[in-house]
């Protein structure tokens, strides 16, 4: 025997730790380099498939919690064009056209369920990390389960453990909310009863 070389799983995990590495360097993980999300988002934006149970969770939890636009890009979340289709999705909500339409977000999910190692492979792509790395809108990674972990999550702005979650991370509670702005009318209501009611002179005994 004159060389051992790693095959299949094997093989992938040498490659990705090597692509890991090779962007570590570059600084594209950088804390500072991720964008803040907005608290109180007008619209998301969703890229993943139309087909499955993902998207009807994330909208369930939308409108369970805020009922706010969603707009949807569909996509092939694995295979040999989903890398590509994912891309395709980001530089959409970029453009100046989706812009006009009122089709730009204030921050992007991208979403897909539990798989395989090979079916999460695509989220590790390196030209999709670029992409993530250079967008300007911010971005929720929600791929796979929990324990599931690919580049895309080292490099987008927050990681979500599972497409439910990141519907809860991103969307306050509309009740919550209302309690909120109760409370802080109740307590400017009762500051101007105070400061409206008159000074009573002080008694001056002689």
Not at 57 to 71: G, S
Not at 107 to 131: C, H, K, Q, T, V
């Amino acid at each position: 025997m004159e060389d051992i070389q790693a095959a299949g799983i094997g093989a992938l995990l040498a490659m990705l730790n090597k692509r890991r590495e090779k962007l570590a360097a570059e600084g594209i993980f950088s804390e500072k380099r991720k964008l803040a999300l907005p608290t109180y988002p007008l619209s998301i934006g969703v890229i993943t498939s139309i087909s499955g149970a993902v998207i009807k969770d994330i909208l369930n939890r939308v409108e369970a919690r805020f009922p706010l636009k969603v707009v949807i890009f569909p996509v092939t979340v694995q295979g040999d064009s989903c890398a590509k289709d994912v891309i395709e999705g980001i530089n959409f909500f970029h453009q100046e056209k989706a812009n006009i339409k009122g089709l730009r977000p204030n921050l992007l999910i991208i979403a897909r369920g539990g798989g395989s190692f090979e079916d999460l492979w695509p989220f590790n792509d390196e030209s999709l990390i670029r992409a993530v790395s250079e967008a300007k809108i911010p971005i929720i990674s929600a791929i796979g389960h929990e324990t599931d972990t690919t580049i895309i999550d080292l490099v987008s702005d927050l990681r979500a453990s599972t497409p439910t979650a990141a519907a809860e991370k991103v969307v306050p509670v509309k009740y919550e909310i209302e309690e909120k702005l109760k409370n802080l009318n109740l307590q400017l209501n009762l500051s101007l009863i105070h400061i409206s009611e008159p000074t009573r002179p002080e008694r001056i005994s002689y």
